[in-house]
């Protein structure tokens, strides 16, 4: 497959300042043609536990699985863009494994990360303190750790005042 199109594929942990990055950029570009934003949150229903349990037995696994449909998908769909920019919560190797799948080469991966500090300080400002568990605090230390190993560019927005 001949890429001319770019792919800018953002991911993150939970809590990290994402949708303010995203919302921001869609701003400074909204009135370029060409560039596309795309987030899997916002196109994607995601499902009860029980119905990924029954479907997919894990997360991982139904985040591996949807993750690859929505990527090849989105492609298809903005043939014509200039840059696609996509975002979803995925393992790293999952996503280089997708791209390379449908023989892409013109992307680029972002982890969007911040500290766990910062973390558990925005989610007690948002009144949501339960969602910082352990099992959130070590996805952010896999992805931040895959991402060293990989040489995929880090963006930290701990000192970043999301709104």
């Not at 921001?24 to 009860?48: C, G, H, R, T, V």
Request: charged letters at 35%; aromatic letters at 12%.
């Amino acid at each position: 497959m001949k890429n001319k199109q770019k792919v800018i594929f953002l991911t993150w942990a939970s809590w990290v300042g994402k949708t303010t990055i995203i919302n921001e950029l869609k701003k400074s570009y909204q009135n370029i043609d060409n560039i596309i934003f795309s987030s899997f949150d916002d196109e994607e229903n995601i499902p009860e536990e029980k119905e990924v349990m029954e479907k997919w037995w894990s997360w991982e696994k139904w985040q591996k699985e949807t993750s690859e449909i929505y990527i090849k998908n989105r492609i298809e769909e903005n043939k014509e863009a200039v840059l696609l920019i996509l975002d979803r919560q995925a393992n790293l190797d999952f996503i280089e494994k997708w791209f390379e799948k449908i023989n892409y080469k013109n992307y680029k991966i972002i982890l969007v990360t911040c500290s766990i500090d910062e973390m558990k300080r925005r989610l007690e400002k948002r009144k949501q303190p339960e969602l910082f568990n352990e099992d959130m605090k070590n996805w952010i230390k896999f992805l931040e750790k895959q991402a060293k190993e990989k040489w995929i560019k880090i963006l930290d927005t701990s000192n970043i005042n999301l709104k």
